[in-house]
């Protein structure tokens, strides 16, 4: 029988994974407007693109916080294994968000604005890329013995973790076409649903690769996506990623204005749940399961009385956010 001390570690998994993939979700669209600002033309569309998210962006980082925050009270092994594990690609995601956010502040009071610019598209690429290292990284496994990292400086550097970086940058640049469309209009808006179509085709590629990689990562992932009865459990993952897929590409064509963005949020959802899957009840794979790596169940009740308060704020405060901000933007709206 399932006892109160066994499903805490199931509460709090899901409180961590919640936050994570809100900041992939919400950040993601962030830093997919800063890869695309190299690809805008002038400093007007630029100001168009920055303008939209100006109000948003900086709160979206308390998802970023929770996350980091949660997994080193809720799964403390899991934390000392990762950061050792994942020093360098973490400390870089780190620095380049910094730059990203100096820069964006920066930008709308400097008047030679070519160093600020660079400092927010090249953030936002190195930011995003260490992100899909670290995700891919983790999905094939760290080495460990209990809970002690055991693996060399560079183990997160492999081909897999590569193809996730590339794929994530892909990935948040959908994010922000697709958000470019909902916010902005007249030709940005155009551009931006040029773009939507061209990334989609890349993010499709993206997630076929990943998905045909995976299961080679590891027997146990092939166990499961091509082993009865766990490969019933996960057909609809690329079953629904194919439906999403389409209804966007549709989307777009049909010149929509919300669904390109409410769809590759879909689309983010359901690899999202197909890697999780794949892995689940790991939290580190191949051995650290939510169980193994949980802290004791006192720390977690205590922690979780806390979180009960804490998460509807934040919820409660980013819903608000956006909704204050919503509509169109344009050029004088936003820090002057």
């Known amino acids: 029988m399932t006892t109160t001390i066994d499903l805490l570690p199931l509460v709090w998994f899901g409180i961590i994974g919640f936050g994570v993939f809100m900041y992939v979700l919400l950040d993601g669209f ?3 407007i800063g890869i695309l600002s190299g690809f805008a033309h002038g400093e ?3 100001d168009i693109m920055m303008n939209s998210v100006a109000p948003i962006w900086d709160g979206n980082e308390t998802w970023l916080v929770l996350g980091g925050t949660g997994l080193l009270a809720a799964f403390p092994a ?19 968000l910094i730059f990203r956010g100096v820069a964006f502040e920066f930008r709308f009071k400097a008047e030679r604005k070519f160093g600020w610019n660079t400092a927010f598209n090249l953030g936002s690429i190195v930011a995003t890329f260490c992100q899909g290292v670290t995700l891919g990284a983790i999905v094939q496994g760290v080495a460990t013995d209990g809970a002690q990292y055991v693996g060399g400086v560079f183990d997160w550097l492999s081909p897999f973790s590569l193809l996730t970086g590339v794929s994530l940058v892909v990935g948040y640049a959908l994010l922000g076409a697709t958000w470019m469309v909902m916010k902005t209009a007249g030709n940005l808006q155009q551009k931006a649903y040029g773009w939507s179509r061209m990334l989609l085709t890349g993010v499709i590629v993206c997630m076929a690769l990943v ?16 082993g009865l009865p766990h490969a019933l459990l996960l057909v609809p993952f690329p079953l629904a990623a194919v439906a999403v897929s389409y209804a ?3 989307s777009v064509l049909r010149r929509s204005e919300y669904w390109p963005f409410l769809l590759s949020l879909a689309m983010f959802a359901v690899g999202y749940g197909g890697l999780a899957a794949s892995f689940w009840p790991h939290i580190i794979p191949p051995d ?3 169980w193994n790596a949980a802290a004791p169940p006192e720390s977690q009740r205590f922690l979780l009385v806390g979180m009960v308060f804490l998460l509807p704020f934040i919820l409660f405060y980013t819903g608000w956010s956006y909704w204050i901000f919503r509509g169109k933007v344009s050029r004088d709206m936003g820090y002057h």
Do not use: H, K, N
């Open 288 to 290: 650290l399961t939510i």
């Open 78 to 96: 899991a934390y000392t294994v990762l950061l050792p594990a994942l020093y360098l690609p973490l400390s870089l995601m780190l620095i380049a």
């Open 211 to 226: 998905s045909l990689y995976v299961p080679f990562l590891d027997g146990d992932y092939a166990q499961r996506w091509f």
């Open 44 to 46: 007007y569309e630029r």
């Open 248 to 250: 966007l590409y549709a």
């Open 30 to 32: 962030v830093l997919g």
